[in-house]
Every structure is written in structure tokens, then in C-alpha cells.
């Protein structure tokens, strides 16, 4: 799930879209029903990822 979030929201990043823009295209969306309802919520998940990915994490 992790690696394949990481995937999609890299090529996001490459396309020019910004963190809003990832976090609002429900990126998660077919992780969502298992992984989706903690206390971080899918489209904050994907921003998080997406701030992450831009500041040079793996």
C-alpha cells in the first residue's frame, strides 16, 4: 500500500501537481475501505506523503 501510494503520488509530483492537488485526487482511494479510517484521513495521508516525497525522503 505504502510503496504504491509513494508510486502514484511521485508521478503526480513529476506532472507539477501541488500537495493540495494530490491530497484532493483520492489517490488512496482503493486503500481506502481498509487503510482509510484512522485518525489521519486518506487526503491528509496523501499530502503528507507528497510534502514528504518533495523534501527528499525515500
Not at 501510494?5 to 481506502?32: C, H, L, P, Q
Request: proline share 3%; glycine share 8%.
Amino acid at each position: 500500500m505504502l510503496a504504491a501510494i509513494s508510486t502514484r503520488i511521485r508521478r503526480m509530483i513529476a506532472e507539477g501537481k501541488t500537495n493540495d492537488e494530490i491530497a484532493a485526487s483520492n489517490v488512496t482511494a482503493d486503500f481506502d475501505a481498509k487503510w482509510g479510517k484512522g485518525y489521519i484521513k486518506p487526503a491528509q495521508f496523501a499530502g503528507m506523503i507528497a510534502a514528504s516525497l518533495r523534501k527528499g525522503a525515500p
